[in-house]
């Protein structure tokens, strides 16, 4: 494991918080997985960084369980990049835009599509890169390897029940909801965008050895 692939992937790391913490900003809704930490953060008022770090480490025990001895270090470095992004998450959200009033809903929708390009610029990085993964996309890869379910089809599903659990507890909790009009952008546009910088970014990774994509 190259030296310079780590130090890149440290700074996508970083990178994605504040993608994260832009969409959250703008309050306009946001993705499944995000959208259950809000939530769960408006309920008991723990910082959404926390919150989201907290379902990341059961992600990753989640993972602990299934893969046992196959549980490698690339998985354990899991719970530096969880603990990482959600401690960031709680710097860029609260102390550094936590001050910054976004009013006009035409800026919020600008200050979103920005989040989401940055995160799927960066997230397209991380995959390239190949040093670690994100502990819900190892938990959902395990449990579908386990269970014979195709990956894809499992992950979508996973976020289908992110987003009933965040509305049912929005309901129940009378708390803001966290799935909004930003919810379906960032599904229409995060996947495509992130396709196409892969894309673009995969010969320059190769050419720089950053990457074993063929």
């Not at 470095?77 to 550094?96: A, E, H, S």
């Not at 993964?133 to 976020?159: P, W, Y």
């Amino acid at each position: 494991m190259k030296i310079k692939r780590i130090l890149v992937c440290c700074l996508m790391i970083i990178t994605v918080s504040f993608g994260a913490s832009l969409t959250l900003k703008a309050a306009i809704g946001v993705g499944a997985w995000d959208a259950l930490a809000l939530t769960g953060s408006s309920i008991n008022g723990i910082q959404v960084g926390t919150v989201g770090m907290i379902f990341n480490f059961i992600c990753i025990f989640i993972e602990l369980i299934i893969l046992k001895k196959d549980f490698k270090i690339k998985h354990a470095l899991q719970i530096v990049l969880c603990f990482i992004i959600g401690c960031t998450i709680n710097l860029f959200f609260y102390d550094i835009l936590g001050g910054i009033d976004l009013s006009n809903y035409f800026v919020r929708v600008t200050i979103l599509i920005l989040g989401y390009v940055i995160n799927a610029f960066t997230v397209a990085v991380i995959m390239l890169l190949d040093v670690v993964t994100f502990a819900l996309e190892g938990a959902c890869m395990a449990i579908s390897n386990k269970l014979g379910f195709k990956f894809h089809v499992f992950r979508q599903v996973v976020d289908i029940l992110c987003i009933i659990i965040s509305i049912i507890l929005a309901l129940i909790f009378d708390v803001p909801l966290a799935i909004r009009e930003g919810t379906l952008i960032g599904m229409l546009i995060f996947g495509p965008i992130m396709g196409i910088f892969m894309k673009l970014l995969k010969p320059i990774f190769k050419k720089y050895n950053l990457t074993d994509y063929a």
